[in-house]
Antibody, heavy 121, light 112 residues
Framework: QVQLVQSATEMKKPGASVKVSCKTS????????ISWVRQAPGQGLEWVGW????????YYTQKFQGRVTMTTDTSTSTGYMELRSLRYDDTAVYYC??????????????WGQGTLVTVAS | EVVMTQSPLSLPVTLGQPASISCRSS???????????LNWFQQRPGQSPRRLIF???NRDSGVPDRFSGSGSGTDFTLKISRVEAEDVAVYYC?????????FGQGTKLEIK
């Protein structure tokens, strides 16, 4: 069965970086992409961006451009999202979600369990 | 970016009664392949979101048939024919045709 298992809770100081991992199983990794979605405490869902595990192409929401990098490791079927220059309002649960391998036509069925990133001094 | 607007944001419903959530997009969600990429998600307290409906009206595997989706172009609706206790959750519509994907604000369904 398809599974996406994310890394553990992180606590970071403002200005630091965080790298969240998303280990997948149960499907051919390079046939899909991964979207990342975040949810601040008590708030709605916000799409951060997408990476194709097929060719490494990425798309980042403008709000995060310059601060976020998404990568994949096809040898371990794992996706990563690094967010730099963390601010207090980056405190959120970050979800990885299996998505399509190419152009926008979202297929967000399988979600990870979420990784809480807390930014605090 | 495409703005998704849901209403109502809070929905108190009596058990066994129907419920309806509206979602409007700022642009047509009809893709060049003829499909309309409008999705509905359910997020129960403390859980990851779960997709209920894709391409406007298609239920995902395991989704009870009391959930139905309808609409076209820019106006869409999620209906629950008879609300059960397990339906307490926040419901989000999401457009998946334009990057960045965008979600509605969420509708919190509670039992009256």
């Amino acid at each position: 069965q398809v599974q996406l298992v994310q890394s553990a809770t992180e606590m970071k100081k403002p200005g630091a970086s965080v790298k969240v991992s998303c280990k997948t199983s149960g499907y051919t990794f390079t046939h899909y992409g991964i979207s990342w979605v975040r949810q601040a405490p008590g708030q709605g869902l916000e799409w951060v961006g997408w990476i194709s595990a097929y060719n490494g192409n990425t798309y980042y929401t403008q709000k995060f451009q310059g601060r976020v990098t998404m990568t994949t490791d096809t040898s371990t079927s794992t996706g990563y999202m690094e967010l730099r220059s963390l601010r207090y309002d980056d405190t959120a649960v970050y979800y990885c979600v299996r998505d399509v391998p190419a152009t926008a036509s979202a297929d967000l069925v399988y979600w990870g369990q979420g990784t809480l990133v807390t930014v605090a001094s | 970016e495409v703005v998704m607007t849901q209403s109502p944001l809070s929905l108190p419903v009596t058990l066994g009664q129907p419920a309806s959530i509206s979602c409007r997009s700022s642009q047509s969600l009809v893709f060049s392949d003829g499909n309309t990429y409008l999705n509905w998600f359910q997020q129960r307290p403390g859980q990851s979101p779960r997709r209920l409906i894709f391409k406007v009206s298609n239920r995902d595997s395991g989704v009870p048939d009391r959930f139905s989706g309808s609409g076209s172009g820019t106006d869409f609706t999620l209906k629950i024919s008879r609300v059960e206790a397990e339906d307490v959750a926040v419901y989000y519509c999401m457009q998946g045709i334009y990057w960045p994907y965008t979600f509605g604000q969420g509708t919190k369904l509670e039992i009256k």
